[in-house]
């Protein structure tokens, strides 16, 4: 019984006009989607990323004929891969930064009565956040790609299929007709949603194949194994936030005995968890958790900064002790001395500039988790994280780069160690080895994005998805159980 109701409601629904409106359009919009993917989105960044690591991998080659160069300089900028599943989810990478600057400051050229050295600062990791802004990470729908299209405009759809499901018949009285028959209303409840699923996912899966055919074909993207299978998860989650949408638009039919009104309270549902919790709630979320300026941590850094150069320079001297670096050759506590001042001021940069950013994660991810409160917010942070865009993946590529510094750091030490004429003083420049080392046995910078990865981003995502759904099923057979046939 539950697939003759379906397969009439299935029937009914594609001799609509809105059945045809929604395949045109999520054709058309598809289709636009992966050509401006292919052609010119994905495209020039693609070259500019191309273009940075050659020149950052130049850099690094450069400095890597004097190993203490290397150590004391850094590895140079760090650039993010842009993502090939970006079409599904743009996120806010447009935005974002693509980088990670590794490299040191100029240093200082200090003088004294009998006393001269250039003082070359040690590197630190910088984060530049000129495009950084503070609410990239909403889901704004402002982006041509999957997580508009099914976010905003198949859930819109949704609530168009299923506002008259219940109440229209109602309505026309074809309800108790069909109750009549015995007929339970579980059984009635959910043959309409199958039949309304069914028809929905026609659209969708017609506009997915199109739109990864396009992109398939072109030579810039080739996707792997894992791409694919996130590809199929992806799908599963949108069948899942648009079940969502279904339940929601029977359950308000189902309390309402004709249509409009049904209507009108679905589209102030829409609106209010489509569009206004994910852009005007989250904007005001974000100012319960304030972040310092960047004047602001700039001024309080230099403070600091200011504070080591009177101690060492002022308060004892202790920098001009024992000679300068640059002697030859140089006394072990002259080394030992300067490195303690430029390794500290480095210490002194991380730390305030790795704070600042936390505390950007920080309110971002507040953000997040109250406009979570709307499906589309999480589901659009589900489709991020499986794409490998947005906030969730510029975290992942920050964490990655913190990483790297570490591991970059502990090869510096390692090569030095092994040269016995080499004083081992970190991080001076007259401490360290003089010699070059072998290109290609410096750790280079690679962050993976692999299936594991990007599932655990997004299983929490998912799985308020699918308790939301049940949710809505299990109120929605209860609300109908209790409601008035006629």
Not at 436 to 452: G, R, Y
């Amino acid at each position: 019984m539950i697939w003759q109701i379906a397969k009439r409601e299935i029937l009914d629904n594609l001799t609509r006009f809105r059945f045809a409106f929604t395949v045109i359009l999520v054709m058309a919009l598809m289709v636009m989607n992966a050509i401006i993917f292919v052609s010119s989105s994905y495209q020039r960044r693609i070259s500019a990323y191309s273009q940075d690591t050659t020149d950052a991998i130049a850099s690094m080659k450069g400095r890597s004929s004097n190993l203490s160069e290397l150590g004391v300089k850094g590895p140079g900028s760090l650039y993010k891969r842009p993502s090939q599943l970006g079409f599904i989810a743009t996120g806010a990478d447009a935005n974002l930064p693509k980088r990670v600057v590794g490299n040191a400051e100029s240093g200082g050229n200090w003088r004294a009565p009998n006393f001269h050295y250039s003082s070359s600062n040690v590197w630190s990791l910088a984060y530049p956040q000129d495009p950084f802004r503070k609410n990239d990470a909403l889901p704004n729908f402002t982006e041509l790609d999957w997580t508009f299209v099914i976010g905003l405009i198949m859930s819109f759809m949704a609530v168009l299929f299923t506002y008259d499901a219940i109440s229209g018949e109602r309505e026309t009285g074809t309800l108790s007709l069909l109750m009549s028959h015995s007929v339970s209303r579980a059984t009635v409840l959910l043959a309409k949603f199958i039949g309304a699923f069914l028809t929905l996912m026609i659209p969708l899966l017609i506009g997915i194949l199109l739109n990864l055919m396009i992109v398939t074909v072109s030579e810039l993207v080739s996707l792997d194994g894992s791409e694919w299978t996130r590809i199929g998860i992806i799908f599963v989650i949108s069948a899942v936030y648009i079940s969502i949408f279904l339940w929601l638009g029977l359950f308000i039919s189902s309390q309402f005995s004709n249509s409009s009104s049904s209507l009108l309270v679905l589209l102030l549902i829409w609106v209010v968890f489509v569009v206004l919790i994910p852009n005007t709630v989250g904007v005001l979320a974000s100012s319960f958790q304030q972040v310092p300026s960047r004047s602001e941590v700039s001024r309080l850094k230099q403070a600091k900064l200011d504070e080591i150069d009177h101690r060492y320079f002022e308060t004892d001297r202790r920098l001009f002790q024992f000679g300068s670096p640059s002697d030859n050759p140089p006394k072990i506590e002259a080394l030992q001395v300067w490195a303690g001042y430029l390794t500290e001021r480095a210490d002194v940069k991380s730390r305030f500039d790795d704070e600042h950013l936390n505390k950007q994660f920080a309110q971002v991810a507040f953000t997040q988790q109250v406009t979570r409160l709307s499906p589309a917010s999480i589901y659009k942070y589900a489709m991020e994280s499986l794409s490998g865009t947005g906030f969730a993946r510029h975290k992942k590529f920050v964490q990655h780069a913190r990483r790297y510094r570490q591991q970059f750091i502990e090869f510096i030490k390692s090569e030095d160690s092994a040269d016995k004429e080499s004083y081992h003083v970190y991080f001076v420049k007259e401490g360290l080895s003089q010699k070059p080392v072998a290109f290609n046995s410096i750790p280079k910078f690679s962050e993976k994005l692999t299936l594991s990865i990007t599932f655990k981003g997004a299983l929490l995502d998912l799985t308020l998805l699918v308790l939301l759904s049940l949710l809505l099923f299990m109120a929605t057979v209860l609300a109908f159980m209790r409601s008035d046939v006629k």
